[in-house]
Nanobody
Framework: VQLVESGGGLVQPGGSLRLSCAAS????????MRWYRQAPGKERELVAG????????VWLDSVKGRFTISRDNAKSTVYLQMNSLKPEDTAVYYC?????????WGQGTQVTVSL
């Protein structure tokens, strides 16, 4: 089982990034997917989630209207489009796959929002 995040980097405030999480080794289309983030000295927090069929989503209030989560089950990939980025969005972003009590985590990708 693997979850591999990519797309992180350094971006100026107001900029955009698109994170990807490519899955392998399990039936991706059966799993809900979530993006979390963890800033230095802070607890990991849920940013966004999407159901297995893409029919429902959940959001952290502070990213509503700026971030979009989507998935492509044919490519076994989940995306996080991040627009209007703010310095407080700086964190390591992780994806997680979950189905009942089973969950898999990626290794994380760093997002830094700074001038």
């Amino acid at each position: 089982v693997q979850l591999v995040e990519s797309g992180g980097g350094l971006v100026q405030p107001g900029g955009s990034l698109r994170l990807s999480c490519a899955a392998s080794g399990f039936t991706f289309s059966s799993y809900g997917m979530r993006w979390y983030r963890q800033a230095p000295g802070k607890e990991r927090e849920l940013v966004a989630g999407i159901s297995s069929d893409g029919g429902s989503t959940v959001w952290l209030d502070s990213v509503k209207g700026r971030f979009t989560i989507s998935r492509d089950n044919a490519k076994s990939t989940v995306y996080l489009q991040m627009n209007s980025l703010k310095p407080e969005d700086t964190a390591v972003y992780y994806c997680k796959a979950y189905l009942w009590a089973t969950e898999y985590w990626g290794q994380g990708t760093q997002v830094t929002v700074s001038l």
